[in-house]
């Protein structure tokens, strides 16, 4: 559960930067002081299903081409 409530910047710019395929969650916990787990969380609860899955099989893809993805 997140300790910290986030206002609707935070919340935007974590969608945006986890959006990215440039940003790898480890740079996103650091950041704003999250963990993977919260940073899905943020994401399921803030864009619409099919863009959350979507998103999470980009992930998924890439992780497996990058040693050091999401």
Do not use: C
């Not at 395929?21 to 609860?45: C, L, S, W, Y």
């Not at 899955?53 to 893809?61: A, F, G, I, Q």
């Amino acid at each position: 559960m997140m300790s910290k409530k986030f206002t609707k910047t935070e919340i935007s710019e974590i969608i945006e930067m986890a959006l990215s395929d440039d940003i790898p969650f480890k740079v996103i916990e650091k950041t704003h002081g999250i963990n993977a787990d919260q940073i899905k969380r943020i994401m399921r609860q803030n864009i619409s299903a099919s863009s959350y899955e979507t998103w999470r099989k980009r992930v998924k893809l890439f992780s497996t081409r990058r040693k050091h993805y999401k």
